[in-house]
Antibody
């Protein structure tokens, strides 16, 4: 059974850093495209980043230069390193498996990041 | 970057109604269009991918159509569990983008 479990969210001050983790089971992270999508409170879905199976990475303009997506093949885990956090980064962050670059077919339950002083 | 525009933003309907949601891309995205359903406090759920392919386990009352820039999601006969927010997403190019969502409410 495919499962994705995010962790690492919490309350952080503006300008701070946080690393989110997404532990996968039932499939191999490195053989798939993997995405991060976020949702600010009461708002819609916003695509954040993707890592391809070959290792290429892409980011939304709103996080480029501040966020880094990566994976640890030995732990079958996806990460999102978030630096220089801003109030507008406050959101629930979801990781998702991207099937062959077409669509996100499995999603985690999400982890809440709150950026506030 | 490709912009996705959904209409309407909200919709009131009754159980048994036929409902259509529209999604328009700012440029051609071929059939790289997906539809998701999201209920409060839950992760999105994939309904339809590649514009018209029903994800496994999704009821057949859901259908999708379109290509290029104009797409539709149709629910043929609304059930109580269908009241949720629906999002379209383009996967034609990065950065990927979602529509702003359509909230489907009970009339």
């Amino acid at each position: 059974e495919v499962q994705l479990v995010e962790s690492g969210g919490g309350l952080i001050q503006p300008g701070g850093s946080l690393r989110l983790s997404c532990a996968a089971s039932g499939f191999t992270v490195s053989s798939n495209y993997m995405s991060w999508v976020r949702q600010a409170p009461g708002k819609g879905l916003e695509w954040v980043s993707i890592i391809y199976s070959g290792g290429s990475t892409y980011y939304a303009d709103s996080v480029k230069g501040r966020f880094t997506i990566s994976r640890d093949n030995s732990k079958n885990t996806l990460y999102l390193q978030m630096n220089s956090l801003r109030a507008e980064d406050t959101a629930v962050y979801y990781c998702a498996r991207d099937s062959s670059g077409w669509y996100e077919d499995y999603w985690g339950q999400g982890t809440l990041v709150t950026v506030s002083s | 970057d490709i912009q996705m525009t959904q209409s309407p933003s909200s919709l009131s309907a009754s159980v048994g109604d036929r409902v259509t949601i529209t999604c328009r891309a700012s440029q051609s995205i071929s059939s790289y269009l997906n539809w998701y359903q999201q209920k409060p406090g839950k992760a999105p759920k994939l309904l339809i991918y590649a514009a018209s392919t029903l994800q496994s386990g999704v009821p057949s009352r859901f259908s999708g159509s379109g290509s290029g820039t104009d797409f539709t999601l149709t629910i043929s006969s609304l059930q109580p569990e269908d009241f949720a927010t629906y999002y379209c997403q383009q996967s034609y190019s990065t950065p990927r983008s979602f529509g702003q969502g359509t909230k489907l409410e009970i009339k």
